[in-house]
């Protein structure tokens, strides 16, 4: 009988043990899940900013052509 018992304790160690085990690898799977949905925004949010960064870019190099400050000029051919 005292076997038994002995049998039953460790069967009840091993159940705990599993779901232990299982509840931890659960945890992580949703730890995973959260970082991947955090990686596609950061991912979504880098090519908004890109975006707006190529327009912005545009915008001064249209600036910089309309302005007579930023042409080039010719000093050799002005001077003769």
Do not use: C, P
Request: glycine letters at 2%.
């Amino acid at each position: 009988m005292n076997s038994d018992v002995d049998g039953d304790k460790e069967n009840q160690a091993e159940w705990e043990e599993k779901m232990r085990l299982i509840n931890q690898v659960l945890e992580l799977q949703h730890t995973l899940e959260d970082l991947s949905v955090r990686v596609d925004a950061v991912k979504e949010e880098n090519l908004k900013l890109k975006s707006e960064n190529q327009v912005l870019g545009q915008y001064i190099e249209n600036l910089m052509s309309a302005s007579s400050v930023f042409q080039t000029t010719d000093s050799k051919s002005k001077r003769k």
